[in-house]
């Protein structure tokens, strides 16, 4: 251990103040007499070697003043003596100092308090909780220099001279950059919005899910309008001691204002912005005043103050409605996950400073990686430039790519695990039974990639990926979702007659959606379209307890009914399919068997003779409602792309009429 490490910490220091204290007690209390046994006082008395005594009543002390220096066990104690008595021995110390008659005679002194006694052994112990307290709130705030500014601000100054964060390092957000790119304009230029009557938006939330760039996007505000920016965390607004939050509130708007133009930054704005009053026993006093203090304060801006307050939370609906409304956060920003297109804006930014190989496609990878965030995207080219490193290559290239994108999402590859022949022959049989169910199937997204390679927690996976971006689905396609969850189950029990618990996921998240599809959606006949359950609750209550049941348990056994009916219908449909498909199954299995992971273009080879399923009956949320025979209208886009489609087909055929005329001359 550091020796230097040691003498900074409180403890050593405390030890020391303890010490002098007592040292310096011990001192004024005994008068700097050396102190011996009653026993030897009486004797010095009796045997003539004291020549001064005092008696002191109040302390039931005797000091004596000897003739000659006193040495006790080879030790010198000088003339000047002390020693204590208990009450009943009174009488004999008085006796005793009378029978002496000694040269100097004695003295009496009434009980009287040592004021400087008194107030040591008073004070003391308050010096001692003082000077402890005093180390613990300085190693709290980080050092004895910030002990009188507990309730400061904790924010982060960001000035001009920090590397700045424009509007061209954010991609995939293009509205939610519109939108900033005004405040960066009433920043800059608020007179030209204050001629005509605008007022300054007081606050914006960006709200969505995490890793979308919230705080990206309030950096580049920042940047943009070449501001003081101010960034905390709503955790470090309130402690435990009482005000505390409040005041640092406070002290935070009055800096903003001070340097003002000025943004303020607050992350995770629902650790103090939460429903106040909420939760088991009532809400939290001091994160409700701290949010008090932080409506005061949005509420209480100058119109010409040009103080602008942006807040990012992932939970925008657990927030106070006081805190949402217009005059506080004048604009609600959603930052949701990117489309394909921002998703290859993305990458590109991401892409800079690595290298990558020629024949790189980003517009692939973005296609193969629906779903993901600002913050995926960014792991899976550092996950790819990891590897290339690792790999000593000196380019990224497709391969590294593509264990990427599997590494982000399904974990990494575990190549130490050995599986049993019985075991990879399930497996492949298994994610057989997805691929193909998936397939055959009129309404599911193409199969992209198959393998038997165990990943994360899985023994091998199928990929399933759609071509372009959804942003609903369909009661056929959450159907064929059902049949394609059950398609591995399926085929280990046609083929094996004993299905293995590699299906628990599949089984638990099929049942998951069609229960949603029975209470949420409105896609069951019996049940109808009737939402069931509220999903709100209390915000303190946890995720397991806030929803609430709504229905009666009638209600409830009919859910389960319907339920299990998509289930078993889901079942028998992917059962019927790997049947009447049995030979294609097989072709499959032997493939993964032999190369363990096969691509969209080696999938389609296998699927080449799969036999598509017809088409579901018209389903009618009731049987009494009449079938509408009248087809939906044509927009004008839709004819658009109608026709772009027909004459790219006919340049492509008289290409191909051209090169074969030349080929045949």
């Known amino acids: 251990m550091n020796v230097k490490n040691i003498f900074k910490g409180p403890l050593v220091w405390i030890v020391l103040v303890i010490v002098m204290l007592l040292v310096a007690f011990s001192t004024l209390a005994g008068g700097g007499s050396n102190r011996i046994d009653t026993q030897k006082g009486l004797q010095l008395l009796k045997d003539g070697q004291v020549e001064q005594a005092k008696i002191f009543n109040g302390e039931q002390r005797v000091d004596l003043v000897l003739k000659n220096d006193l040495t006790e066990n080879g030790q010198d104690k000088g003339k000047n003596v002390q020693f204590f008595y208990v009450t009943p021995r009174g009488t004999d110390v008085v006796k005793a100092v009378n029978d002496a008659n000694l040269p100097g005679g004695f003295t009496d002194q009434p009980t009287e308090n040592n004021l400087l006694g008194s107030l040591l052994q008073l004070f003391v112990p308050i010096l001692l909780l003082g000077v402890i307290f005093w180390f613990l709130l300085s190693r709290m705030q980080g050092g004895g220099s910030k002990i009188m500014q507990f309730g400061k601000s904790r924010a982060k100054l960001i000035s001009k001279d920090h590397p700045q964060v424009t509007f061209t390092d954010v991609a995939g957000a293009d509205e939610a950059v519109e939108e900033l790119h005004e405040i960066k304009e009433f920043l800059q230029e608020p007179a030209k919005f204050q001629a005509v009557g605008a007022k300054i938006p007081k606050g914006v939330l960006l709200y969505g899910p995490p890793g979308t760039g919230k705080t990206l996007l309030a950096r580049a505000v920042a940047g943009e309008a070449g501001v003081p920016f101010y960034s905390i965390s709503g955790s470090d607004f309130v402690e435990m001691f009482v005000g505390v939050g409040a005041s640092r509130v406070r002290d935070l708007f009055e800096q903003a204002k001070a340097n003002s133009p000025a943004i303020i930054f607050v992350d995770e704005i629902d650790a103090v912005g939460r429903h ?68 290859e804006q993305i990458l590109r930014v991401h892409a800079k400073g690595k290298p990558m190989a020629q024949g790189v496609d980003l517009r692939s990878v973005a296609k193969r990686t629906p779903g993901f965030t600002g ?44 599986m049993k022949e019985r075991e990879r022959k399930i497996t492949a049989y298994h994610e057989g039974g997805h691929a193909l169910v998936a397939a055959a199937l009129r309404n599911t997204d ?41 398609g591995g189950r399926v085929a280990e029990e046609i083929v094996f007659h004993d299905p293995s618990t590699g299906a628990s996921n599949d089984i638990e998240k099929a049942t998951s959606t069609a229960r949603q599809m029975v209470t949420q959606y409105g896609m069951s ?57 049995r030979d294609v199954l097989d072709r499959l299995a032997l493939e993964l068997l032999e190369r363990e992971t096969l691509n969209q ?65």
Do not use: C
Request: charged residues 30%; proline residues 5%.
């Open 375 to 418: 913050a995926d995207l960014a792991n899976v080219l550092n996950e790819a430039a990891l590897l290339t490193a690792r790999s000593n290559a000196q380019l990224i290239d497709d391969r590294a790519l593509d264990e990427a994108i599997d590494r982000v999402i399904a974990g990494p590859q575990k190549r130490t695990r050995v």
């Open 446 to 486: 193409p199969v992209t990639k198959v393998t038997i390679l165990p990943r994360g927690r899985a023994l091998g996976y199928t990929m399933v990926l759609p071509a372009d971006d959804k942003y609903s689905t369909t009661r056929n396609e959450l159907l064929d979702q059902l049949a394609y969850a059950m």
């Open 601 to 665: 273009a080696e999938i389609a080879q296998v699927f080449a003779d799969v036999r598509k399923r017809d088409l579901r009956e018209v389903w009618l949320s009731k049987e009494t409602r009449p079938v509408s025979s009248i087809p939906p209208v044509v927009s004008p886009a839709e004819k658009e792309a109608e026709q772009q489609a027909l004459e790219s087909s006919r340049s492509a055929a008289d290409s191909d009429d051209s090169v074969s005329a030349d080929s045949h001359r």
């Open 276 to 343: 106040r009053g909420a939760g088991v026993g009532g809400g939290n006093d001091e994160r409700e005043q701290t949010l008090n203090q932080l409506l005061v304060e949005m509420d209480g801006f100058d119109v010409k103050t040009n103080v602008i307050l942006i807040a990012a939370t992932n939970r925008p609906d657990v927030l106070d409605p006081a805190l949402l409304r217009p005059g506080r956060f004048d604009r609600q920003i959603a930052v949701e996950a990117p489309d394909m297109i921002g998703r």
């Open 525 to 581: 006949e019996r049940v109808g379209a009737v939402k069931l359950g509220q999903g709100g609750g209390e915000p303190f209550l946890g995720r397991d307890m806030a929803h609430e049941r709504n229905y009666s348990d009638e209600v409830a056994y009919i859910v389960d009914e319907e339920v299990r009916r998509l289930i078993d219908n889901a079942h028998d449909e992917a059962y019927q399919i790997l049947t009447e498909n």
